[in-house]
């Protein structure tokens, strides 16, 4: 429930989503932290985004997208 609220409100920041599926992320990811995630949180909210927005679903479970944070 709440995951999904959060989903939804950062989905429909339109700006922020731009940001994603155009691609735009990709130069801003620093690989190199060996603190962080090395990318994969980022790289996975654009797979759930672009499942989102390409209309290519009619439902999608963010399990992938959870599964990368909680890790």
């Not at 950062?10 to 155009?22: D, P």
Request: proline share 3%.
């Amino acid at each position: 429930c709440y995951m999904n609220s959060v989903i939804q409100s950062l989905g429909f920041h339109f700006s922020l989503t731009n940001y994603f599926l155009t691609g735009e992320f990709n130069k801003d990811i620093n690989v190199n932290n060996k603190l962080g995630s090395r990318g994969a949180v980022v790289r996975e909210w654009f797979r759930l985004m672009y499942g989102l927005w390409s209309q290519q679903f009619s439902c999608l479970s963010p399990q992938p997208f959870k599964y990368t944070v909680g890790k």
